[in-house]
């Protein structure tokens, strides 16, 4: 069964009988939400949330909008049970997807969340009812 048959079967069931025009209507109504909710944004947004979608990078992003300043990289080593190059390499990924800045200050690197992150962070705590 096609896609299109589907839509005829269930626009008939719902609506108590269906033609050729209420599915043509139909499609056209659901490929403008298509190309509303799969706009330029839907790629950046993926990368987003899988670069969230690991619980040292996520944790990461929790501390740097808890702190509410730069930290440095090395001060992430007692908080993290993780190696010092999971660590980095779970930063390239964060400053990569845009979730984080990062800054040489002489020898150390230091990190801070950006506004993206920050409203991430704010919209899971806010779907939780924190």
Known sequence: MSS????QRYLASERGGCGDDEVTERLAELEELDA???GPALEDDVGVLSA???ETRYKIVRILHVADEELCVCEFSPLLDVSDSAISHALS???D????TRRKDGKWR???ATPRA???????DGSRGL
């Not at 299109?4 to 839509?7: I, N, S, V």
């Not at 997807?97 to 984080?100: D, N, Q, S």
């Not at 920050?118 to 899971?124: C, F, G, K, R, S």
């Open 4 to 7: 299109t048959e589907r839509l």
């Open 36 to 38: 509303v909710a799969g």
């Open 52 to 54: 969230l979608a690991n």
């Open 93 to 95: 990924q964060l400053t």
């Open 97 to 100: 997807a845009g979730l984080l």
């Open 110 to 112: 230091k990190y801070r």
């Open 118 to 124: 920050n409203a991430v962070v704010v919209a899971l």
